[in-house]
């Protein structure tokens, strides 16, 4: 079962930058693809970002292509969220996840490709 712990969110007014981080346990991170959603109050988790095993390859959702920027890191066993010229609805708690199966050979974008996820971190812009 591995671990997923994030890091790196707080509090940030609009424009400005914050760079996420999750850290995954064991020794397999570099077989599976990563993700990143979030989750504003009231309404449903959104896919946000994701990477292929080498970091080669990123899908981004619409709302946030051209601000931010997923990246990894497998020697650290680390997927990275850089996020600029934040909005006051990005506000949420951003979870990173892990994809189902191994050696997958597209890019997941969708919640069932996603099998482990981590407890959140909170981002809050204010406006």
């Known amino acids: 079962q591995v671990r997923l712990v994030e890091s790196g969110g707080g509090l940030v007014q609009a424009g400005g930058s914050l760079r996420l981080s999750c850290a995954a346990s064991g020794r397999t991170f570099s077989s599976y693809a990563m993700g990143w959603f979030r989750q504003a109050p009231g309404t449903e988790r959104e896919f946000v970002a994701s990477i292929s095993r080498s970091g080669g390859n990123t899908v981004y959702a619409d709302s946030v292509k051209g601000r931010f920027t997923i990246s990894r890191d497998n020697a650290k066993n680390t997927v990275y969220l850089q996020m600029n010229s934040l909005k006051p609805e990005d506000t949420a708690v951003y979870s990173c996840?892990?994809?189902?199966?191994?050696?997958?050979?597209?890019?997941?974008?969708?919640?069932?490709?996603?099998?482990?996820w981590g407890q959140g971190t909170q981002v809050t812009v204010s406006s």
């Open positions: 996840s892990r994809a189902q199966f191994k050696y997958m050979d597209y890019v997941p974008s969708s919640y069932g490709d996603f099998g482990s």
